[in-house]
């Protein structure tokens, strides 16, 4: 159980416990009670007539609209409703419930005013595993204010759910299964709810943990690659270490070194391609734009977000909802994990080529009757084809929205999906090199490096050697979906760790 004592108690690591681990959550009494003097000292301050944007005034255009009466109180939950404008697909549950954690955040900080019974209610929905159904994508707006609404619109008992199954359930029949009424937003607790960059956060959260399973992946693939093609082992040796001001690329070069522990003396020429050489700089450039991603999350979780914020007692516009950083890491991913790629495609088609690894071309042992595995090189120039076109920015490219009122938008989620499908095709061509590697070392017929031992025992049983042709396809997709469970990575991580305390 994670107990909330403050808002900074909930950091990425807080967030990832939750979304990714279904940890339940609580939080302690003493933050509900000072969460209930800030939210009286907020309605205090409205009491006063002063004029606070979304609360008593409408949204966007129609800011200058002042509300009273049944309309203010209506207000806020109406705010929920009419920007609901989104369409499936749906975010994963986990990446939901990464947003519902750090909407807690600035619900917490006391900055948003809210009471402390809707944090109790957000807390209880996270812990009864209630998970709205929000849209992956199509909000050109400024802010997250079509995805929140969707998101939680489901606590007045609106929109859907999603189950367990992966299909939606209508939310107010969630909410009576769970014995709950639905929810009635308090003053400014709707554009509360509205407000900020969550979704932004928990997208960030998701893409940093799968591409820091994925750029080991890439390590492990680079490592088989080097080994297969029994490429000179000297550039990724020790002696390099004291040429490079650079931890990163250190850490790269130290956890390859430990892969290929045990490799075969013997080698095939005296220089590899640069797709070979220069690995460890890509896979450093990886680590290094997953790094500078990570620190930006942290800035974000601990800054406030919100606009308006209460702050001292009065109401503070702020531009913290334009979360630019983490809209703008998630394409510089896109463009390092492409790089990563193309390493890998031209990786695939040195090994298939006899005059770089000393085996047969195209790596079949019957060269004539059988095409071996040249067919999957042209598989890879399709898949970098398609990854080359998502090299373009998704976080630029300004529009007037509002009528004018909202006329700077980050794209964040386009550019967080876009990063997502890259990811997938970067998986693709990663199969493609494991296959090949697999192959050269059944060719070869020698032992695979103590280093490599547990992906080498996991491909081998995997895949089995193409003796004569056979559809290639199944065996991709074998691979395809054990880099997506996280093998080849994972494994290699840990065998790292013990490496390197021992060095």
């Known amino acids: 159980m994670i107990t909330i004592r403050h808002s900074s108690d909930l950091d990425l690591e807080t967030i990832e416990d939750i979304a990714f681990r279904d940890q339940p959550l609580r939080l302690h009494p003493e933050l509900l009670e000072e969460l209930g003097r800030s939210h009286e000292g907020m309605a205090a301050a409205l009491s006063n007539g002063q004029r606070v944007y979304g609360v008593n005034t409408g949204m966007g255009y129609l800011a200058g609209t002042g509300l009273r009466g049944p309309e203010l109180k209506r207000h806020q939950r109406n705010l929920l409703l009419g920007r609901a404008v989104g369409s499936p697909p749906y975010l994963p549950a986990e990446e939901v419930r990464a947003l519902m954690a750090a909407r807690l955040i600035n619900l917490t900080s006391g900055y948003a005013g809210v009471t402390p019974d809707l944090c109790r209610f957000l807390v209880d929905r996270l812990n009864d595993g209630f998970t709205p159904a929000v849209p992956c994508g199509g909000f050109g707006g400024a802010g997250e204010v079509i995805p929140l609404s969707h998101a939680f619109q489901t606590f007045i008992g609106e929109g859907h759910i999603l189950d367990p199954d992966g299909s939606v359930k209508d939310a107010a029949l969630a909410l009576a299964e769970r014995g709950v009424a639905p929810y009635e937003p308090a003053a400014k607790e709707g554009i509360a709810l509205l407000a900020g960059s969550p979704g932004t956060i928990a997208l960030a959260v998701a893409r940093r943990r799968a591409i820091t399973v994925l750029s080991r992946q890439l390590l492990a693939g680079a490592a088989c690659s080097i080994d297969a093609l029994r490429a000179p082992l000297e550039i990724y040796g020790e002696r390099g270490d004291r040429l490079h001001a650079d931890p990163v690329l250190f850490g790269v070069l ?250």
Do not use: Y
């Open 254 to 503: 130290t956890r390859l070194r430990a892969a290929l522990r045990g490799s075969a003396e013997d080698r095939f020429g005296m220089q590899a391609p640069v797709s070979f050489r220069v690995a460890p700089q890509v896979l450093a450039h990886v680590e290094r734009t997953v790094a500078r991603l990570t620190e930006d999350i942290d800035r974000a979780v601990g800054s406030v977000t919100d606009s308006p914020a209460f702050v001292e007692g009065r109401f503070v516009a702020t531009g913290g909802f334009h979360e630019v950083e983490l809209a703008a890491g998630f394409d510089a991913l896109s463009l390092a994990l492409i790089r990563a790629a193309e390493l890998s495609g031209q990786r695939v088609h040195r090994l298939l080529d006899g005059r770089f690894s000393g085996l047969p071309d195209q790596l079949t042992p019957n060269p004539g009757p059988s095409c071996g595995l040249i067919v999957v090189q042209k598989r890879v120039v399709g898949v970098l084809n398609e990854l080359r076109r998502l090299a373009a920015p998704a976080s630029v490219g300004a529009v007037d929205t509002s009528l004018g009122q909202e006329d700077a938008m980050t794209f964040a989620f386009e550019a967080a999906e876009k990063l997502r499908w890259a990811e997938d095709l970067v998986r693709d061509v990663l199969a493609c090199e494991l296959l090949v590697a697999r192959q050269a070392w059944a060719l070869r017929g020698g032992r695979t490096p103590a280093g490599l031992k547990e992906i080498a025992d996991r491909l081998m049983d995997a895949v089995e050697p193409v003796e004569e042709d056979r559809p290639p396809g199944p065996d991709l997709t074998r691979l395809v979906g054990m880099l997506k469970r996280g093998e080849f990575g994972p494994t290699f991580e840990r065998q790292n760790r013990r490496t390197e305390s021992v060095r």
